[in-house]
């Protein structure tokens, strides 16, 4: 039920485009009033979700670790697995937003004659990790499209990705890995039967969604051709906040625009946030010190407190008589 | 609303938008000018029916799968047969075909490349035409 809402969401977002840019000849719509919507909504959402997740105490030091900790000089600790310093969380932070560390440790549970038994499973964390650095580089060569003159850096990362040659226009590499990776992405919560009970519309929306901008632009760069300097005049247009609508672009490349304003906007309300997400993750970014300093929980209110010395003052002649000892005579 | 690891959290949203909105900063007060064509070389200038090989549209979205067909037919299966368009002959190669009428690569070829940051491997092997500094 989920998949096919997901499914044809997405189909309706393309017709929608395509008869808007088609029938109703609404370019200025999708190609300008759209966009700019999306990127403010986009940007304001995100720095709105990051606020509210920093106005959020943290009551307890909860990082989740999985070395030994640091404890007596000769015990051996961790210092990444289990950091007790600020340079060793931002190595773990690093190999775990760069290279999906805890997902390596994916493991899949089974019983087999009648004990339970774990397996490796990578194929989760190869497949996410081809896709979301596959994802990157494509962000990021699009930048062609958005700057006057593209920076070397830029490419050369488009270089290394046509290094194969193949065809013209060059193959890009990060576009099959992409389709690939996206399509694993999507049978995996189809296949596996307890993935599947948990998936969600909202898993598996920004999938088609995904799996409709790549295929849209690969379509429009290997098939079904677009008038791209008229594109890069567009985006130019966007950028430098005088935008122009350039004829001839084809359809193809509005329907791209729309998903991705669609992503863009949906960005901030959805699971997709983990990209902020995983850098406030108190169970990642907290160095595990609490033998050491003192968290104090920022929900504390401020207790009335009797202390020993104001009981002691209270019931100082009482005790005395009693033959209780006391601290101050 | 009090923002707990405020500096942090302030530092990265400062990182996410200098990315993410650098396009924006990074083109302001720059004025971007779509790349003009030159297309009256003597060459062209001589014809009479001034025609490519095939519709300007088509030429604009497809030239390279052109040039790769062309490619493939002469160098792999030595096919040299020369393509007949309303009578007027058109070699298959770049330097003699295309390039025979559109002999300004810097203002015809290069013009939308470098707009698009697109670097075509043609010139790997070939050699580009001498052309006066413009």
Redesign the interface.
């Known amino acids: 039920m989920s998949i096919l809402f997901s499914f044809f969401a997405v189909i309706a977002l393309v017709v929608a485009a395509y008869a808007g840019v088609k029938i109703a000849n609404l370019q200025f719509l999708f190609g300008v009033i759209i966009p700019y919507i999306a990127i403010a909504l986009f940007i304001l959402g995100f720095i709105y979700r990051v606020l509210k997740w920093g106005s959020s105490p943290v009551p307890f030091r909860i990082p989740t670790t999985c070395g030994q900790q640091k404890s007596l000089p000769w015990l051996k600790q961790n210092k990444i697995e289990n950091p007790s310093s600020t340079a060793g969380v931002i190595i773990r932070m690093a190999l775990e937003v760069l290279l999906f560390r805890s997902l390596f440790r994916n493991l899949k549970t089974q019983l087999r004659d009648g004990k339970l038994v774990y397996g490796e499973a990578k194929w989760l964390w190869l497949a996410g990790l081809a896709f979301h650095w596959s994802f990157l580089i494509i962000f990021v060569r699009h930048f062609r499209l958005f700057l006057q003159n593209t920076p070397s850096f830029i490419k050369t990362i488009e270089g290394l990705d046509s290094f194969l040659q193949v065809g013209v226009p060059l193959l890009y590499m990060t576009d099959v890995v992409l389709l690939g990776t996206v399509t694993y992405l999507f049978l995996r919560r189809v296949f596996i039967p307890q993935v599947k009970y948990m998936s969600l519309a909202a898993d598996y929306f920004p999938l088609f969604l995904i799996l409709g901008i790549t295929a849209s632009g690969v379509l429009m760069r290997y098939f079904y051709k677009v008038h791209i300097v008229g594109v890069k005049e567009l985006a130019m247009g966007l950028v430098s906040l005088n935008p122009v609508i350039p004829q001839g672009i084809g359809v193809i490349f509005y329907i791209h625009l729309f998903l991705i304003s669609i992503l863009l906007a949906y960005f901030p309300l959805s699971k997709l946030m983990h990209m902020g997400g995983v850098f406030l993750s108190p169970t990642r970014n907290m160095a595990n010190n609490s033998r050491m300093v003192r968290h104090i929980n920022p929900w504390n209110y401020p207790v009335h407190v009797h202390t020993y010395e104001e009981y002691e003052n209270d019931f100082r002649k009482k005790m005395k008589k009693a033959g209780i000892p006391v601290e101050k005579e | ?6 500096g942090k ?1 302030l530092l ?2 400062i990182i ?2 200098a990315l ?5 900063y ?3 007060g ?1 004025v ?1 000018a ?2 003009e064509l030159k297309i009256d070389t003597p060459e062209i200038q001589k014809l009479e029916d001034k025609k490519c090989v095939e519709p300007k ?1 088509f030429m ?3 030239h ?2 052109i ?2 067909s062309w490619r493939d037919a002469v160098v792999r299966n030595g096919d040299r047969e020369q393509i007949i368009i309303s009578g007027h002959k058109y070699e298959k190669s770049l330097q003699n075909g295309c390039m025979k009428c559109h002999s300004n690569k810097k203002d015809f070829c290069d013009k ?1 490349h470098n ?5 075509p ?1 043609c010139w790997d092997c070939h050699i580009a035409p001498k052309e006066k500094k413009s």
């Open positions: 609303m009090k923002i707990y690891n405020g959290i990265g949203l996410f938008g993410f909105a650098s396009p924006f990074l083109n302001m720059k971007s779509k790349p549209e604009r979205a497809e390279m799968q040039l790769n939308c707009y698009m940051a697109v670097k491997y």
